[in-house]
């Protein structure tokens, strides 16, 4: 089946650092990939919606300055958070589709502690 | 905007019997698709099922069923033959057809006990 490889799977910054979380499909092309964030205990909020080769499409109240989304190839997007805070510590889950109308794949999501 | 709600925020069922998990959902659009995702402690997001709209079957896999009532709105999850393994969060979502992105509800945790 789809594999999404998420990396990395944990990190912890200091605050104000930048840090990179890497989303690939292992064993197929995703034109679209879709970055979440997790709060504990809460469901999973769409952040933004990155398709190959162009600008992320970002959701209501998401920073698109402090999440950098870059999907730069049909296997790879990046999310940056940049000038990292406290209140950025999250669990970020990236998922990516192969083909139109298939489910979603999962990555294994990443825990953000910022320090 | 379509929303998902998930009405039990912790359901529990003793092994080998059956539950069910509720879920309801808004929208405007007729043709749409329906997920329950399982997440277990390790936070992978497992596909548990899925029902397109179009479809007036509900779907199964194995011990999984759906009940969909396209016109109450409603996509419920039973679970037969509960297993040990079953435990975790438990999420509904809703993808309309023409766009990629899916939105969840809050999540059901289920329990199991022995």
């Known amino acids: 089946g789809a594999v999404v490889s998420q990396h990395p799977s944990r990190v912890i910054c200091k605050s104000g650092t930048s840090v990179k979380i890497e989303c690939r499909s292992l064993d197929f092309q995703a034109t679209t990939m879709f970055w979440y964030r997790q709060f504990p205990k809460q469901s999973l909020m769409l952040m933004a919606t990155?398709?190959?080769?162009?600008?992320?499409?970002?959701e209501q109240g998401v920073e698109k300055d402090k999440f950098l989304i870059n999907h730069a190839s049909l296997t790879l997007s990046t999310l940056t958070v940049t000038s990292a805070h406290p209140e950025d510590s999250s669990f970020y889950i990236c998922s990516a589709r192969d083909v139109e109308n298939s489910p979603l794949h999962f990555g294994n999501g990443t825990r953000l502690t910022v320090t | 905007a379509q929303t998902v709600t998930q009405s039990q925020p912790e359901m529990s069922v003793q092994e080998a019997e059956t539950v069910t998990l509720s879920c309801t959902y808004d929208t405007s659009e007729s043709d749409y698709y329906l997920f329950w995702y399982k997440q277990p402690p390790s936070r992978q997001m497992i596909l548990v099922i899925r029902?397109?709209?179009?479809?007036?079957q509900n779907a199964t896999e194995n011990r999984f069923s759906v009940n969909f009532q396209k016109a109450a709105k409603s996509f419920s999850l039973k679970i037969s033959d509960s297993q040990l393994g079953d435990a975790a969060m438990y999420f509904c979502?809703?993808?309309?057809?023409?766009?990629?992105?899916?939105?969840f509800g809050a999540g059901t945790r289920l329990t199991v006990k022995p």
């Open positions: 029902q397109e709209a179009y479809k007036q």
């Open positions: 979502a809703y993808r309309s057809h023409n766009n990629n992105d899916m939105r």
């Open positions: 990155s398709n190959e080769g162009s600008k992320a499409t970002y």
